[in-house]
């Protein structure tokens, strides 16, 4: 017999590379909160349990779980990776099963913090970590400065395709007041291999900026990123000025220069 499995489809435009992602969903309804709520999972090739799949639930009651709200930015999508939610002021453990065929959503005895929203305009949250020095750096200790958030691995050919573009940068504006915090995503050799690789990219020091290596996905989690090269920037007052930007899209900003005229437009679509 025949198999039909609904699924959505993203093309996201870099340069002149088109990349698709495709996520196989299943769907659902859980009574939470008071109400029966429906809900959607994605399926990502790992299983429907993967860290980086997602989910979508119905949080203000409207009866919808909308593809087109499947954004990082979206109130009502999560990733699996974020282990926890709040409805109708309650906070949840979730867990997904890895062929999809369950959600379970199990009630906290303490409330959870406010989730950030991480969109423009709003307050950064927090970044708190070591340099490849051992030495403590947080995002709080920039405040006053003009800060680059980089989400990056040493695995991503984006990535250090990007790092003298970043150092140039660096160079060029921080005596204005501008700094990076680069936030290193851990490879499976664990934390040692993970910074010599980072040493042997980044070249002689000084770094351009401040490296912190992210330990079991911790900030990863909190400003829900699983794809690189991932750019915030945040102003001296640590507010948010540009959210998952593309580097061009930052130098650009940085460097003060008009946006170019596009000549075409990129498409996105299901």
């Not at 501008?178 to 990219?201: C, H, Q, W, Y």
């Amino acid at each position: 017999p025949e198999l039909s499995v609904p699924f959505h489809m993203r093309f996201r435009v870099r340069g002149d590379q088109v990349y698709a992602n495709i996520a196989v969903l299943r769907r659902g309804t859980i009574n939470v909160g008071g109400h029966a709520r429906p809900f959607a999972l994605s399926w990502s090739p790992a299983g429907f349990d993967y860290p980086g799949a997602r989910i979508a639930l119905d949080l203000d009651g409207d009866g919808k779980t909308q593809l087109s709200s499947w954004t990082e930015e979206s109130p009502e999508s999560f990733f699996v990776m974020e282990r926890s939610l709040t409805v109708a002021g309650r906070g949840y453990d979730f867990k997904v099963a890895q062929n999809g065929d369950t959600l379970t959503l199990t009630p906290r005895t303490a409330p959870l913090p406010p989730r950030p929203a991480l969109t423009v305009g709003t307050p950064a949250f927090e970044i708190a970590g070591t340099d490849l020095d051992g030495q403590p750096v947080t995002l709080s200790g920039l405040r006053g400065r003009t800060v680059l958030v980089d989400f990056w691995g040493t695995s991503c050919p984006p990535c250090r395709e990007a790092l003298p573009k970043l150092a140039s940068l660096y160079r060029r504006h921080h005596a204005e007041g501008f700094d990076i915090l680069s936030i290193l995503v851990e490879n499976p050799d664990g934390p040692d291999a993970t910074r010599a690789e980072a040493m042997k990219l980044l070249g002689a020091k000084p770094y351009a900026g401040h490296e912190i290596i992210d330990r079991n996905n911790a900030l990863l989690t909190l400003y829900r990123t699983m794809s690189f090269p991932t750019y915030f920037i945040v102003d001296p007052a640590g507010t948010i000025t540009c959210a998952r930007c593309e580097l061009d899209d930052v130098l650009r900003k940085l460097d003060h220069a008009p946006a170019p005229s596009p000549a075409t437009s990129a498409a996105t679509g299901l």
